[in-house]
């Protein structure tokens, strides 16, 4: 750095520069002002369009989304108004011959029916429990008791999620072949529960042969939409080992709605504790599902003996 | 040395145009506003902020094709309708669960928000996490007025557990549920494609349900 002719302080390799203008020549495209006059002319003309465009907009390759990013789950909720009307029906209609699995959800398995078809139904449930507590039992508070609308929201979701997971690995591993992917799974569970929501709000009517038969019907109806779905894969197997695979299945979603039903529902002829009702069906849940552990291993041990 | 250095510390008198000047930008209201809003009067922020804080709160209520809720989003409004709707929930509870009562409205709030503008997000629209905040809150504004409603009407004594009182509360919290309806659909839906709306109608529809619920629970005490 040292003191140039004009008296300004310059750097010595651009002091022989220091009468020139500098002209810029290549520049970012943000520098182009499109104001100005000289492109003005041409601004009617479609043909050459003289304002560069940005580099995302002629970017061949689409760009790469990270986890972090709501991009990348985006593929998960292409879906439309009318997908969800149709996958919502056909859940509930168990066809033999045509599977709406096939038709409707393996194009395009997505997320967001089943997703909020288990947030209204922990929100149907909690809303209809408190209903029920309030016209039946004198001494409880009329507050929304969230111990227990957590214990449901938990055993949902846990349904929701174990269930796809059994059936991925029973496939995976017993019978060797990935007929189903997880996310299609997901899907099918997910809609499976739809059939509860109206029938959560029946159950408030506090006749008690009404509410088993409600229960009974619906997890029949909606086990059975499963069953169908799973039977073309699952009959090339055992015939023994396919139908206590099928009973497994109607059996836990039948199970899964009795709890429910007794957790928030059930009227018996005793005065119920909400207390007791709780631990009553914390316990049953844990002996049910050493139970199901145990039926399982003996699903897998017989066709070895068979 | 003292030559390189002389003809800087003399003055010159090469013909060196000096070249004087102002460097001012062409002044409109909002330059000016950025350049001097930290020296104006703490009465002029509070009032300016607050005075676009009140007009949200009308075009909340009354919707119109306005940007103003959506462009120039705040959190203000959400804030101070959470915390009086919270506090107006938890004036009946006992004393050992009313810190509970009050955090459970903020942790709806907040969880619903989330859920709603994820929701959104993942269908496409386009609208940033804190725009959505600042239109589902403003928009609670008659579900507030209805609890507010409510809690006047319950200081007039009844004597059985289903009376008329009763019902006209409830309806007053179902005229207030559809007004925010009404006011969130206009905002919010547009920001979605036609063949999606519904979809991402129906959490924000869930949502006010839930705050609805919770102020129906608060006006039948037992």
Redesign the interface.
Known sequence: MMFSNDGFLTDKTSSSNSGQTHVFTSFPNSAVDPDDEHFGNQSSDTDKLVLPLPATATDAKPEQSYVWQIEYYQKYFQIDTQQVLERLAASVTPRPNKSYFDSTIRQNPDLYGPFWVCITFIVTVGISGNIVNYFHLPDVEFQIDFSRITLSAILVCLYWWLMPTFIYFFFRWRLNRIEYTFLELLCLYGYSLAIFIPVSVLWIIPINWLQWTLTFIASLVSGSVLVVTFWPTINSDHKRLSAISMLVVLLAHLLMAVCIMFVFFHISDSNINPKSVTTLATTTLSSMSTLTATTTTTATITPKTA | MDT??A??LTT?TQG?DMIEGDITLPSNRTNSNELSTLDEPVLDTIKRDLGAVFRKFGYAVIPRHSSTLLQQWDLWGPLILVTTLAILLQSN?TKS?AGA?FA?VFTLMLIGSI?VT??S????GKISFFQSVCVLGYCLLPLLLSAFVNNILLYIPTKSTISILHIIRFLVVMAAYAWTMYASVQFLGQTQQP?????VL??IF?FY??IA??II?HA???
Request: no cysteine; aromatic share 12%.
């Open positions: 390189d250095q003809p800087f010159s060196i509870a669960s009562q459970e859920a994820v929701n997000q993942l269908l496409g063949n999606r709306r519904m979809l129906y959490p869930l349900f839930l619920w919770l629970l039948h005490p037992k």
